[in-house]
């Protein structure tokens, strides 16, 4: 009897041990007790303590240093010095730094104030960033309930211009977009005197950043961090005026190229990897170890640090020099770091071959913390990848995102365009890239995925997000002015990569790979606007693109071509019916008529290929704008299909089904598809009458 | 006595014996699920039947294609496609509940039971069912939704741990436990079942009395019978999708359907193996004890003993 009871109890002690083995666990995600004493960090140094050497000998500058870089010379009009000292308390996740910013004005023009954006301050309830992502949805946050740990914070401490004194009381928030006084992600300084043409200005501020639990590709998770949109960052003198948007959403970022030198102190238990090289690496007595990067001709800095990534390392012989992949992988994920490594080579070298080539020393790929809500992220020379550690061959997530984000050193990391408001330039450029990139490595119908049977290729994909928004907005559309986040994904990421994949069926394939070679060749190390982009594909092709371009990029007309009807019937009809329907099949005549139909509001001109049932195939041309024509024939054969857009190089039609009509139809994709349906039905009633009676 | 071994060989001599019965049900199952998938056979139909784009569907299974056709304003709602199985589903576990009564007796006959007995087993104890389903419902999802609670909590709280492996390790053994446990509650409310038809018990409570007192008595032979049916379910379900995935071309639609109804027909089977034991460890159990009438004894007559003298031994006197 005992023992039976025993059984009894057998659930309850299988859930205990369950739940202390969880607690054991849990308690290993705080730091490792060494690190304790040092995690909390000393007061920062004052900002003034902190002089570059050129500020000291009162001869400011940007240095030309090309230590990142395979160039013996700079790559880019350098018009920043970033110079940051900061340190991490890995308890409190919080970041304590001085920055010395040198600003070269090369505007043409007197500058009197300078916006920074404070990108920290957008995880905050009133800020626009939140507030836009509860009311139209954000990649990672749903905002369904606050939480404090959600909360960042950027706060500038001190505040001075060299020569002009410290202008710390003179900063202002300012809501350029939006109007909304709770946003505190862009603040405005005026200065005493302005900095002429062509001079140089040094800012040192005092910072301390309180990062949130991971909101957008930043923050914390457990015992992991990643430090991105971290320090107070100024504008982008563009087209006459500032560019210092407001953290939106949707939005990422915009910044001048530059140099950047950053001293990260962190508990010594951390391993760390950072945009740049890393050039200097001291272990301090309390405990922490200050590591220092270098980067050229960037224009953002981001790092992360977790004591349990495990580091692969290798070298890729890039067209300028040596490039250092470095792989910072979880530990649960160490069998995948060759699948990282693989696509990153493989997406290198496709890059460089079409594109152009990669100039960095560097190469930093993460794979950040699980349900971190940091995967898929880009920096200069540092992204994210995502995985998991399910993670099957088949299912090419790792590959879809590592080659994404690394395509992002091309469109954003070097054409730097403004992602605030031409986000397609960057995210739609990028995902056209990613389709032809990873439709040369996987094949163009398993790209993505080729697993159990189950199919799907980039092209497809892309499309897919695109044709449930495709009437919201046009992709010239400012990213925070999108109606929801569906549609900024939809239109951004897939709209683009339909349109240019289209625009390939129109300038020939090859046309369109050298137009992007020469767009790329041409705005490396600029800041391209949409129309760069569009005339560098008109100038290359030799054609006027203009009708395109006004429907696809700027417009949201949508494309919907259809085959309207089909008929085919003897000519001589009468005469077999007389005959009691007996027909002399060889040489009946049939009249075959195919209807065309323009269902959508997007014109462009279409070809169609109808094929016989004697093996005769023909080809009509139609230019798409009327709302509809029709095509007729005589001949002795039926007439077997219609297929609009035949070769597929229309990738943004709405409605593929309706492309193609055949006259006989076949239910087997229909009976295929109700026998998965039917099958699952049965089991999911098996599996209800299972347990319930 | 049997022991597991023989409560599963018992059982599945029942499940052979009664092949009808898994017949029956499987009938019923596929015939409701094709009423249930005729919506969507009728939406695939008009978007699928005459376009050649819907090839990509046949010779493989192209995700991006299936889901531009579910995309499709013409398809309707997903909601409306997915209703349909769960309406199928809940009206097969009714019929299953009415009709398990004509099973348990069947199962317990040692003779072909005829339709007439099912159909009658089933009427007379269609209300003691009902019953009983109230209060294995009541129990079961209690204890199920109890069990769901402390796993999510549990792997909430692994979800805390630097090991990203821990919440799923953690989320497979509740899992795990969960149907263990589970397994426990359906046997002994198969044994109710079973005991309120065999024993033809009005009050359902003393069924479900002796469900619970048998089921915790015989825990490892009981369980440990469910169980092994059960991992034998899942391993044929497996298999079942391997051999599908595997060896069924793409497009051979007959071949997907031959191999998906013999799956589905074995794990129905399963379960039906499941109630062979439990009517076998009733009888063995539960059945009540036949009281025979006890005979008198009476002494025997007297015969008197006759002792006769032994022949003379020599040459026999022929």
Known sequence: ?693 | MSDGKGLLRRGVGMVAGNKRYILWFWLLNLTLAEFGVAAFRNQAHAILDNSLYSGRLLKGFDVTVFGEMLGKPEFGSTSAVMMPAIYVATLFFVATALFLPGVFQGYASNYRLSREDFFHACGRNLWRFVRLLIVSGVVMGIVAGILFGIRAGLVKAADASTSELLPVQVGMAMTALIVVIMSILRSVFDLAEVDVVLSDQGAVRRSIGAGFRHGFRSIFRLTGSYLVIWVVASLVMVAGLWVWNKMVPPASVLGAFVVGQLTLIITLAARFWQRGVAVAYWQDKMVAPVVRPVMPITPAPAVPVVFEPPLPSGPAAT
């Open chain 1, 1 to 693: 009897m005992r023992i039976r009871w025993a059984i009894l109890f057998f659930p309850v002690v299988s859930v205990v041990a369950i739940s202390l083995l969880v607690m054991g666990h849990a308690a290993k995600a705080a730091p490792p007790p060494q690190a304790a004493p040092t995690a909390v960090m000393p007061t920062p140094p004052k900002a003034t303590k902190t002089m570059t050497p050129a500020a000291a000998a009162g001869a400011v500058s940007i240095p030309d240093t090309v230590i990142a870089v395979n160039s013996d010379k700079p790559m880019s009009e350098r018009v920043v010095h970033y110079e940051i000292e900061a340190k991490y308390d890995a308890v409190k996740h919080t970041i304590d730094a001085n920055e010395v910013l040198t600003y070269h004005n090369v505007t043409g023009q007197a500058l009197d104030h300078f916006p920074f954006h404070l990108y920290q301050n957008a995880f905050q309830p009133k800020a626009t960033w939140v507030r836009e992502a509860k009311l139209t949805g954000n990649r990672d946050t749903s905002y369904a309930k606050w939480e404090d740990k959600e909360f960042g914070s950027e706060e500038i401490k001190s505040f001075e211009v060299v020569g002009q004194g410290d202008l710390t009381q003179q900063l202002q928030f300012v809501q350029p977009d939006d109007g909304n006084r709770d946003d505190k992600t862009v603040v405005d300084v005026h200065l005493p005197k302005p900095i002429a043409p062509g001079a140089y200005v040094q800012f040192k501020i005092a910072f301390h950043d309180q990062m949130p639990e991971t909101q957008a590709r930043s923050g914390w998770k457990r015992d992991f961090v990643l430090g991105g949109q971290w320090f107070p960052k100024v504008g982008v003198w563009w087209h006459g005026a500032w560019n210092c948007h407001q953290y939106h959403a949707t939005t990422e970022f915009f910044a001048d190229f530059g140099v950047y030198d950053v001293k990260l102190t962190v508990p010594d238990y951390e391993v760390v990897g950072a945009s740049g090289v890393r050039v200097g690496e001291v272990h301090n007595s309390d405990k922490t170890q200050t590591l220092t990067y270098h980067g050229d001709d960037i224009h953002d800095f981001a790092w992360t640090a977790s004591p349990r990534y495990k580091v692969k390392e290798s070298t890729y012989q890039s067209q300028m020099g040596p490039i250092q992949l470095r792989f910072l992988m979880q530990p649960a994920h160490w069998d995948q770091a060759d699948r990282h490594e693989k696509i990153t080579r493989e997406t290198l070298d496709r890059f460089e071959k079409w594109y152009g080539p990669y100039p960095y020393k560097s190469l930093t790929v993460v794979d950040p913390e699980p349900g971190s809500a940091s995967g898929g992220m880009e920096y200069p020379t540092f992204i994210t990848g995502d995985s998991s550690w399910f993670a099957p061959e088949g299912i090419h997530l790792i590959e879809l995102v590592v080659e994404h984000e690394f395509g992002h050193q091309y469109w954003y990391g070097m054409v730097a365009t403004n992602e605030f408001e031409d986000a397609w330039m960057d995210e739609g450029i990028n995902s056209y890239t990613e389709v032809k990139v990873l439709d040369s490595i996987l094949g163009e119908d398993t790209s993505v995925l080729n697993y159990a049977g189950m199919t799907a290729g980039e092209r497809e994909l892309q499309r897919g997000t695109y044709i449930g928004v495709a009437d919201l907005d046009a992709m010239s559309e400012k990213a925070y002015d999108f109606v929801d986040f569906n549609s900024y994904g939809g239109i951004t990421y897939g709209k683009t990569a339909s349109v240019l994949l289209t625009l390939e069926g129109i300038i020939g394939k090859d046309v369109m790979a050298q137009a992007m070679h020469t767009y790329f060749m041409k705005y490396r190390f600029t800041h391209p606007t949409k129309e760069d982009f569009l005339k560098t594909i008109e100038e290359v092709s030799g054609k006027d693109l203009r009708w395109y371009f006004n429907q696809a990029v700027y417009g949201t007309q949508v494309m919907d071509y259809g085959i309207f009807r089909v008929d085919s019937f003897p000519v001589n009809w009468y005469e077999d019916d007389k005959k009691g329907g007996k027909k002399d099949a060889k040489n009946t005549v049939y009249r075959s008529t195919v209807w065309l139909h323009r269902r959508g509001d997007f014109v462009m001109p279409v070809e169609v290929e109808i094929k016989f049932d004697n093996g005769d195939a023909v080809r009509e041309h139609w230019n798409g704008v009327d709302r509809w024509t029709k095509f007729g024939y005589e001949k002795k054969a039926k007439l077997v299909s219609a297929e609009l857009d035949p070769d597929h190089k229309i990738h943004i039609d709405r409605n593929n089904f309706n492309n193609s009509y055949v006259v006989e139809s076949s239910a087997s994709a229909t009976r295929k598809l109700s026998n998965y349906w039917v099958f699952i039905t049965q089991w999911l009633s098996q599996v209800v009458a299972w347990w319930g009676a």
